[in-house]
C-alpha cells in the first residue's frame, strides 16, 4: 500500500508517478481508473461483437431462403464462409454456433466487465475515499485474465471445428459430444469454450476479492457504513456474488473439460447412445443434471450481477438530476442485501422440465416470488425519488428514466416463469427470451449507459454532446422495443427460441386444418422481419454513440469545475481527471451521501466532504480544494 500513500509533496508526487512510460500506464497499469478505462472500453468492443452476430442470426430468422448480404460477412474469410454458409446462406450448425457465443459473449465479456470491472473499477475507490484498490497487481491480473478469457473463445471461430455451438449454456451430454470430429480435443472450439470461461472466472474472483477487501478496509475516515453510496453497497454486494457464485461453475468447467480430454464421465451418463456412433463408449456413471444444476447455481446470482451495476448507476444519477435525496435509502440498502442472498436459492426454476418432482418446485416458485419483493423495493424507491423533484433531463437522466419501466417490463413479463405450470409451456420459447433480454438490454445497458454520460465529464473532463446523446437515445429506446416486444407475442403463441429458419419449416403445412401448430406459426411469422428491422435499426442507432464516446474526448466542451453537476458524492472532490492517489487532499466524510435542498444550508447540495459550520457561526475551513 506505501505505493499508493498520498504524499504531501505532490509535486514530487507528480514526478515520480504521472510519467511511467506508454506500457506501463496505458497497458500494464495497476491504476485502477486505468483499469476501469480497460474494462470499459474492451468490453464494449466484445459487446459490438456479440451484437454483430445476433445481427446475423436475425438475418437467418427473417430471411432463412436469403444469402447472407457481403457486409455482414465481412469479418470472415472465404475459407471460413465455404465451410459455414450454404450458397451463401446460415445452417443450423452455424445459427446454433453464432446463438451459443452471442449469449456467452454479451452475458460474460460484455456486460459483467462493464458493469462491475469498469464502473466498479473507476467509480469504487473514489467513492469511499481511497488512493486506489486493496490489490491494484491482482486488479491488474484480473483484467489480463478477462482480456485472454474472451480471445480464447472468440479466437475459437477460426479453428476448424468452429467456434462453441452447445448453447451459452454448455449443457452435457450434447457438450460433451460436440466437436468429437476433431482429433487433438484442445484444438475444438468446445473445448476452447471451456478454457475461456476457467480464465474468466478465474478473473472474476480475483476481481470479487479485491472489491469486498477494499470497500471493508479503505474508506475515508467518517464513511460509516450507511454513509456509503448506494453505488459502492451495490458494488460489495455484487462482488459476495461473484465470490460464492463462480466457483460452482469454475468446478463445472474443469470437470467438464476433464470429460472431453481426458476421458472422464462426470457428466456423461451410463448408455448414451447417439444415431451417428451408436452406443457411446464410456465409463459412465456421470449426471447430466449435476451439470446443470451446477451451471444454474451461477446463473442465476449472476443475473444479479448484471443487474446492481445498471441500478447502482440510477441510484447515484436521480438523486443528482433531481436535486433531493434518494428515498428510502435504507430500505434500498437491505432491499440489495435480501437480493443478494435470496439469489442462491432460486437457480432451479430454470430447470423445471427436468422432473425435480412437486415439493422441491414448490420451493423454488416460492423463492422466485419471494426476490421480486426487494427487486420491487429498489424501483419502487428510485421512481419515488423522481417525485416531487426539480428534473433536469441530461442525457444521463434520460437513459435512467428509461430503465426504470424497461426494467420494470422485464421483471413483471418473469413473473409467469416462476411458476412451473406456465413455465411449462413458455419454456425453450421466445418469451424467456424476450424476458430475459428486456431485463438485460433495455434494462441494464441503460442503465449502464446512463452511467456513461454521467461520469464521463469526470473521466475525460469534458461534456458528451447533448445532440449526438438524443439521436443515440430516442431511436435505440424506440428500437429495444420493437426489437423485444414482439418476442413476447410469439413466445406465447409456441415459437422455439432456437429456430434457426425462424419457424419457416412450419409455413409448408399452414393450410392443413389439422396442423393447428403451422397455423400459429403462419400468423405470427411476420413478426420476425419487424424484429429483425428493430436490430438492425438498433445497431444504427449505436453509431452516435461511438462518434460521442470518442470524439468528444477531444471536441467536447470543457468542463467547468470539478463538479459540474453539483453533486454530493465523494467522486466528485478529486481533480478532473483524477490523478495519481486520486485525492489532493485528506478524505473526511462529515454525512451521508444524498443530502440535497437541505433548509439549514444555502446551495441546494451539501457534499459529504464539506466540513459542518462551527457553533459560532463561521464556517470552518472546507477540507476540499476548489
Not at 454513509?227 to 466457483?247: D, E, H, Q, S, Y
Not at 460452482?248 to 451418463?269: C, K, N, T, Y
Not at 445532440?467 to 431511436?475: D, I, V
Amino acid at each position: 500500500m506505501s505505493a499508493h500513500a498520498h504524499t504531501d509533496d505532490h509535486a514530487h508526487h507528480d514526478d515520480h508517478h504521472h510519467n511511467p512510460g506508454f506500457i506501463s500506464k496505458y497497458v500494464f497499469s495497476t491504476d485502477h481508473k486505468m483499469i476501469g478505462l480497460q474494462y470499459g472500453l474492451t468490453a464494449m468492443a466484445f459487446l459490438l461483437f456479440g451484437f454483430y452476430l445476433m445481427m446475423m442470426m436475425r438475418w437467418s430468422i427473417a430471411f432463412p431462403h436469403e444469402p447472407l448480404p457481403k457486409f455482414m460477412g465481412i469479418f470472415f474469410s472465404d475459407t471460413w464462409k465455404a465451410r459455414w454458409l450454404q450458397d451463401g446462406k446460415i445452417t443450423g450448425e452455424t445459427y446454433n454456433m453464432f446463438g451459443a457465443m452471442h449469449g456467452t459473449i454479451m452475458v460474460f465479456l460484455g456486460i459483467v466487465p462493464l458493469g462491475f470491472g469498469a464502473f466498479g473499477n473507476y467509480v469504487t475507490p473514489l467513492q469511499i475515499g481511497a488512493p486506489d484498490m486493496a490489490f491494484p497487481k491482482l486488479n491488474m491480473a484480473s483484467y489480463w485474465l478477462y482480456l485472454l478469457g474472451g480471445l480464447v473463445m472468440c479466437g475459437s471461430f477460426f479453428m476448424e471445428s468452429g467456434a462453441a455451438k452447445s448453447g451459452w449454456t454448455n449443457y452435457s451430454p450434447l457438450a460433451g459430444f460436440a466437436d468429437g470430429q476433431i482429433v487433438n480435443q484442445w484444438l475444438a472450439g468446445q473445448t476452447q469454450w471451456l478454457v475461456g470461461l476457467v480464465l474468466l472466472i478465474s478473473s472474476s474472483l480475483l476481481g470479487s476479492v479485491n472489491f469486498i477487501t477494499t470497500i471493508i478496509n479503505l474508506r475515508a475516515r467518517g464513511m460509516t457504513w450507511m454513509r456509503l453510496p448506494f453505488f459502492v453497497w451495490a458494488m460489495l454486494v455484487t462482488g459476495f456474488l461473484l465470490l460464492l457464485a463462480f466457483p460452482p461453475l469454475e468446478a463445472a468447467g474443469i470437470m467438464q473439460l476433464m470429460d472431453r480430454v481426458a476421458h472422464s464421465s462426470f457428466f456423461m451418463p451410463t448408455g448414451l447412445y447417439t444415431k451417428t456412433e451408436g452406443l457411446a463408449e464410456l465409463s459412465g456413471g456421470g449426471s447430466p443434471l449435476l451439470f446443470q444444476h451446477l451451471f444454474w447455481f451461477l446463473g442465476h446470482p449472476e443475473v444479479y450481477v448484471l443487474l446492481l451495476p445498471a441500478i447502482a448507476c440510477v441510484a447515484e444519477i436521480i438523486p443528482v438530476y433531481t436535486r433531493k435525496p434518494l428515498w428510502g435509502y435504507k430500505s434500498m440498502v437491505y432491499g440489495v442485501l435480501t437480493l443478494g442472498f435470496l439469489s442462491f436459492i432460486v437457480w432451479a426454476h430454470h430447470m423445471y422440465l427436468t422432473g425435480m418432482g412437486a415439493a422441491v418446485s414448490t420451493w423454488f416458485q416460492t423463492t422466485t416470488v419471494l426476490i421480486s419483493v426487494p427487486s420491487v423495493i429498489l424501483l419502487t424507491a428510485m421512481i419515488i425519488s423522481l417525485w416531487g423533484g426539480s428534473i433536469r433531463f441530461e442525457p444521463a437522466m434520460m437513459w435512467a428514466c428509461a430503465f426504470l419501466p424497461m426494467f420494470g417490463i422485464g421483471g413483471l413479463t418473469g413473473l409467469p416463469l416462476a411458476f412451473n405450470l406456465a413455465d411449462l409451456h413458455l419454456h425453450d420459447t421466445y418469451y424467456v427470451i424476450g424476458h430475459f433480454h428486456y431485463v438485460v438490454a433495455p434494462g441494464i445497458l441503460f442503465g449502464l449507459f446512463a452511467g456513461v454520460y454521467h461520469w464521463y465529464p469526470k473521466i475525460t473532463g469534458r461534456y458528451m454532446s447533448r445532440k449526438l446523446a438524443h439521436l443515440h437515445f430516442w431511436p435505440s429506446l424506440i428500437c429495444m422495443n420493437v426489437l423485444f416486444f414482439p418476442m413476447l407475442v410469439q413466445g406465447m403463441a409456441g415459437f422455439h427460441r432456437r429456430w434457426y429458419n425462424g419457424g419457416d419449416a412450419y409455413l409448408a403445412k399452414a393450410k392443413d386444418s389439422v396442423n393447428v401448430f403451422g397455423n400459429t406459426v403462419h400468423e405470427y411469422i411476420d413478426l420476425n422481419i419487424v424484429m429483425s428491422a428493430g436490430a438492425w435499426a438498433l445497431a444504427v442507432a449505436q453509431i452516435p454513440f461511438i462518434l460521442n464516446l470518442f470524439g468528444a474526448k477531444f471536441l467536447g466542451r470543457k468542463v467547468e469545475n470539478d463538479n459540474p453537476w453539483n453533486a454530493t458524492t465523494l467522486e466528485w472532490a478529486t481533480p478532473t481527471p483524477p490523478g495519481h492517489g486520486n485525492f489532493e487532499f485528506e478524505p473526511a466524510i462529515y454525512r451521508g451521501p444524498y443530502e440535497y435542498n437541505r433548509p439549514d444550508h444555502d446551495e441546494d447540495f451539501l457534499p459529504q466532504w464539506t466540513e459542518p459550520k462551527r457553533p459560532d457561526g463561521e464556517p470552518a475551513k472546507s477540507p476540499a480544494h476548489h
